[in-house]
T-cell receptor, first 115, second 113 residues
Framework: KNQVEQSPQSLIILEGKNCTLQ??????????LRWYKQDTGRGPVSLTI?????NTKSNGRYTATLDADTKQSSLHITASQLSDSASYIC??????????????FGKGTKLSVIP | DAGVIQSPRHEVTEMGQEVTLRCKPI?????LFWYRQTMMRGLELLIY????????DSGMPEDRFSAKMPNASFSTLKIQPSEPRDSAVYFC???????????FGEGSRLTVL
């Protein structure tokens, strides 16, 4: 069964500090992995996509890594800002054949950045 | 583009009543998804359409739930009769490709008393 596990479940950090969120998956056959940011009361928004051949990808202060061998991904946030307070959801896509894909969602990490 | 548009944003209803949630996907997107989000279970796929055709409805909880997509620019999710355990935020999302980036609406928060 495809699964995506995220840790920690929640995290509180001081403004300006860095943090790293983890995503472990057992999804096969792997197609891609996305990190989404969900602000309170809003829909999720894609931050970055990682394909099998990519190890690192940055989007401003967000840097995602992927280790396809260990089936782990991380999202590193540098110099956090109050606006980074949100839930971060890891979503892994599996190619289920015949042009069909299955998405497996993690339950998210709730990040709170405090002044 | 205005993005994915959902209505209503909030709905409070009594048990047994019919609820209809509406979604207008991004123009040109050919895949549409309905998700339900709760604190306990996170985001769960209910059903998805490709080119207006339901492809996978295995996530629909039971016969009380039904979804339609009569054309490329409109979809509905109906719950009849509603129950308190249906209380959740329901998201509609669309994408250009089946494995592409999902664009979510702002969600419809449903409370069934």
């Amino acid at each position: 069964k495809n699964q995506v596990e995220q840790s920690p479940q929640s995290l509180i950090i001081l403004e300006g500090k860095n943090c790293t969120l983890q995503c472990n998956y057992t999804v096969s056959p792997f197609s891609n992995l996305r990190w989404y940011k969900q602000d309170t009361g809003r829909g999720p928004v894609s931050l970055t996509i990682m394909t099998f051949s990519e190890n690192t990808k940055s989007n401003g202060r967000y840097t995602a890594t992927l280790d396809a061998d260990t089936k782990q991904s991380s999202l590193h946030i540098t110099a956090s800002q109050l606006s980074d307070s949100a839930s971060y959801i890891c979503v892994v896509s599996a190619n289920s054949g015949a042009g069909s894909y299955q998405l497996t969602f993690g339950k998210g990490t709730k990040l709170s950045v405090i002044p | 583009d205005a993005g994915v548009i959902q209505s209503p944003r909030h709905e409070v209803t009594e048990m047994g009543q019919e609820v209809t949630l509406r979604c207008k996907p991004i123009s040109g997107h050919n895949s549409l998804f309905w998700y339900r989000q709760t604190m306990m279970r996170g985001l769960e796929l209910l059903i998805y359409f490709n080119n207006n055709v339901p492809i996978d409805d295995s996530g629909m909880p039971e016969d009380r739930f039904s979804a339609k997509m009569p054309n490329a620019s409109f979809s509905t999710l109906k719950i009849q009769p509603s129950e308190p355990r249906d209380s959740a935020v329901y998201f509609c999302a669309s994408s250009l490709l089946r494995a592409g980036e999902l664009f979510f609406g702002e969600g419809s928060r449903l409370t069934v008393l």
